[in-house]
């Protein structure tokens, strides 16, 4: 293996403790002792409460695997007429974010897939260069770009020449060959030896792992995401901490304009939309599953 990868690669996984949120019980005991006088009381509220849940789940059911098309059209929307153009966007590239997870996790103290994954997109890519920045690198990259993949060009000591090209996607599904070459493509045109694919949720098939050893691609999966943080020193390690988990972290950013989507009610449930609809169409699926191919 080349110095270069190896330098970039970065293996040297440390162990710590896990450590789990913590749920704010208090709330529920107090309103305990508030009922104890009328258990029955309690148990209608409880029933209540379950009853509420599912009509919330039935209300917004996540994009069933396989759906044809991520674009969700508000009803209410449609008459506004503009000439922009109405552009798709791969749900691969939508919200990280789960009914589940949106509101109730506590923010992460630790790295951990999980941390991870609560991360939409945009911050995803983020956290992707300030890892390398943190390795030492001057990392130049694409803002953001309409796949939902940044191209980091990554740079040592001041030199002129690059020493590789990252590519980071935060895909709720596997990476196939395609996206992969693409970076080979990349690197081709940029005269770079070096690639690295960041996926969160991995790769699948052979050609994938062929073409990367082929073309000098190292690919991480989010397994090797996670190592490769917590190989970090620790004021580093939470240095990236509080830069990702900073603020707003969840909500995802159009891949247009740059700012967060807000959540709208469609037909089909939930979504993602750009604030500044109806002059940016950009819309994304609230927890997308379907594979991209498409678009790659
Ligand atoms: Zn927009």
């Avoid at 792992?209 to 690919?219: E, F, G, R």
């Avoid at 979504?271 to 790659?296: I, N, S």
Wanted: with cysteine.
């Amino acid at each position: 293996m080349p110095g270069h990868v190896a330098e970039i690669a970065g293996h040297h996984p440390e162990t710590a403790g896990h450590v789990r949120p913590k749920y704010a019980l208090r709330g529920v005991v107090t309103m305990n002792r508030l009922f104890a006088w009328a258990p029955a009381t309690m148990f209608a509220f409880l029933v209540l409460l379950a009853y509420l849940r599912a009509r919330k789940r039935q209300a917004a059911p996540d994009s069933a695997p396989g759906a044809v098309s991520p674009l969700h059209k508000e009803p209410t929307l449609r008459v506004v007429r503009t000439s922009g153009p109405v552009r798709r966007i791969s749900s691969n590239t939508a919200g990280q974010i789960d009914e589940a997870s949106s509101a109730s996790r506590a923010k992460p103290t630790e790295w951990t897939i999980s941390a991870i994954r609560q991360l939409e997109w945009k911050r995803f890519e983020m956290l992707c260069v300030w890892y390398y920045e943190a390795r030492g690198f001057t990392v130049k990259g694409v803002p953001f770009g309409a796949d939902g993949g940044i191209d980091a060009t990554l740079y040592r000591d001041g030199q002129e020449a690059p020493i590789a090209v990252v590519q980071c996607k935060a895909w709720r599904t596997p990476v196939k060959v395609e996206p992969v070459r693409a970076l080979g493509g990349v690197m081709h045109s940029k005269k770079v030896k070096h690639g690295v694919f960041w996926s969160l949720a991995g790769f699948i098939g052979q050609p994938v792992q062929d073409y990367a050893s082929q073309a000098d691609i190292l690919l991480v999966d989010g397994a090797g995401i996670v190592e490769r943080i917590r190989a970090l020193e620790a004021g580093k390690q939470a240095k990236l901490l509080a830069l990702a988990f900073e603020g707003d972290y969840q909500t995802p950013t159009c891949v247009a304009c740059g700012v967060k989507m807000v959540q709208r009610q469609g037909k089909g449930g939930s979504f993602w939309g750009c604030r500044h609809y109806p002059k940016c169409k950009v819309t994304m699926a609230r927890a997308a599953q379907v594979l991209d191919e498409r678009r790659t």
